[in-house]
């Protein structure tokens, strides 16, 4: 029998020693490699915006009697978003995103004013997100996502850095911003698109406490000039209500030219005979790798039995016209705009004589930086 000598022992130990070595450096390699791999398909992007705004023909301030009551306050167009007068801020966004092969995720946080606007219906008052979701690719055409998704309806969205004009529309301030639940995205072919979904009641995030659901759906079709889609929705949204809301709501935006862009959108939406119906179109044209010119030119009018904004019947007509001029991330928009609301009870605006008037003519100054 072969004896063991302390030089055979030291000689094992080595050996020992340097296998141990080796696997701990192939694993700190393979961990490498994950976390490289992980970190080439992470993202982070948002952007963060802030904005002066002043009114021309209506008030810009808290209005008092001798008492020190308010009896008068700034006037804004009823539509979401950047109505404080003055200086003001808008939202600091912030999007932590994954795509991998199959799988990945999007974590959407927003702070600021905006973003408490656009999760208003949240159950925790300083929720910070706006969206929040999972997605898994099951093939080359289906695409399963899970989680709070903003919403698929409309043509503006609730980013000022993803929509060309800054203050928004009626249409989108009230439509749906966001949903919850599962769908479905089919790729059809290289032009056409499809997608079903089951949701909670709009803008119902963060969980469903009332055991009702709503059902989307979207056919689109998409070239390198443009798309169109066409979206849906229809299901219980109302709490305390047993009524559904039906929307159908097209969406669509053109090439012309490589100068000249046009956008339009049209929607309908009722819930037992109240809601609203409406139209607006968004040409614009740039002028300079830096700079462009666009118009939003809508129509909204309520239903007879009533609707969400000034009332029953009322109709309002929004013209605003929007520069964009970009000094590497930052965009600056310059933005004049005009609301008209007729059909009403009385007149919606005050203007400076604390008289009442059927229109309101503003400026907005917007800052956005998108990283």
Request: one cysteine or more.
């Given at each position: 029998?072969?004896k063991f000598?302390?030089?055979?022992?030291?000689?094992l130990?080595?050996?020992g020693?340097?296998?141990?070595l080796?696997?701990?450096?192939k694993?700190?390699?393979?961990e490498?490699?994950?976390?490289e791999?992980f970190?080439?398909?992470?993202s982070?992007?948002g952007s963060?915006?802030?904005?002066?705004?002043?009114?021309?023909?209506?008030?810009?301030?808290?209005?008092?009697?001798d008492?020190?009551e308010?009896?008068?306050a700034?006037?804004a167009p009823?539509s979401?978003f950047?109505?404080d007068?003055?200086?003001?801020i808008?939202?600091?966004?912030v999007i932590?995103?994954?795509?991998?092969?199959?799988v990945?995720?999007?974590?959407?946080?927003?702070?600021?004013?905006?973003?408490?606007?656009?999760?208003?219906?949240?159950?925790?008052?300083?929720?910070?997100?706006n969206q929040l979701?999972?997605?898994?690719?099951?093939s080359?055409?289906?695409?399963l996502?899970?989680?709070?998704?903003?919403t698929f309806?409309g043509?503006?969205?609730?980013?000022?850095?993803a929509?060309?004009?800054?203050?928004?529309?009626?249409?989108?301030s009230?439509g749906?911003?966001?949903?919850?639940?599962?769908?479905?995205d089919?790729?059809i072919d290289?032009?056409?698109?499809?997608?079903?979904?089951?949701?909670?009641p709009?803008d119902?995030t963060e969980?469903?406490?009332?055991?009702?659901?709503s059902?989307g759906?979207?056919?689109?079709?998409s070239?390198?000039?443009g798309?169109?889609?066409?979206?849906?929705?229809?299901?219980?949204q109302?709490p305390?209500?047993d009524?559904?809301?039906?929307?159908?709501d097209?969406?669509t935006?053109?090439?012309?030219s490589?100068?000249?862009y046009?956008?339009?959108?049209?929607?309908?939406?009722?819930?037992?005979?109240e809601?609203?119906?409406?139209?607006?179109?968004?040409?614009?044209?740039?002028?300079?790798?830096?700079?462009?010119i666009?118009l939003?030119?809508e129509?909204f009018k309520?239903?007879?039995?009533?609707?969400?904004?000034?009332?029953?019947?009322?109709?309002?007509?929004?013209?605003t016209l929007?520069?964009?001029?970009?000094?590497?991330?930052?965009?600056?928009?310059p933005e004049?705009?005009?609301?008209?609301?007729?059909?009403?009870?009385?007149?919606?605006f005050?203007?400076s004589d604390?008289e009442g008037?059927?229109?309101?003519?503003?400026?907005?100054?917007a800052?956005?930086?998108?990283?």
């Open positions: 029998m072969k000598t302390i030089a055979n022992i030291q000689k130990f080595l050996i020693i340097c296998f141990g080796s696997s701990s450096l694993a700190q390699e393979a490498t490699t994950e976390v791999s970190m080439s398909n992470f982070i992007s963060v915006d802030t904005y002066f705004r002043t009114n021309f023909n209506g008030l810009n301030k808290y209005e008092y009697n008492a020190g308010i009896i008068a700034p006037q009823a979401s950047a109505n007068p003055g200086f003001a808008g939202m600091a966004n932590l995103g994954y795509e991998g092969e199959k990945g995720f999007v974590a959407d946080l927003v702070f600021g004013p905006r973003g408490e606007d656009a999760v208003f219906a949240s159950a925790a008052p300083s929720n910070i997100v979701y999972v997605y898994w690719n099951v080359d055409a289906v695409t996502t899970m989680g709070n998704f903003n309806l043509y503006e969205v609730i980013s000022p850095a929509n060309f004009n800054y203050s928004t529309s009626y249409m989108f009230y749906p911003f966001s949903h919850t639940g599962i769908r479905a089919f790729t290289d032009n056409w698109s499809a997608m079903l979904a089951v949701m909670n709009t119902w969980f469903n406490p009332y055991g009702k659901y059902f759906g979207q056919l689109g079709y070239t390198g000039e798309s169109a889609f066409l979206n849906l929705i229809y299901g219980e109302m305390l209500s009524e559904a809301t039906f929307q159908i097209l969406t935006g053109w090439d012309f490589d100068a000249f046009l956008g339009f959108n049209t929607t309908y939406n009722t819930t037992d005979g809601g609203f119906y409406g139209a607006a179109l968004y040409p614009q044209i740039q002028t300079s790798d830096s700079f462009a666009g939003r030119a129509y309520e239903l007879e039995d009533g609707g969400p904004v000034y009332g029953a019947d009322a109709e309002a007509i929004d013209f929007t520069g964009s001029y970009n000094v590497g991330s930052l965009t600056i928009k004049l705009r005009l609301d008209k609301v007729s059909n009403t009870a009385s007149p919606v005050v203007n604390l008037t059927d229109n309101l003519s503003s400026f907005v100054l800052a956005i930086y998108a990283f």
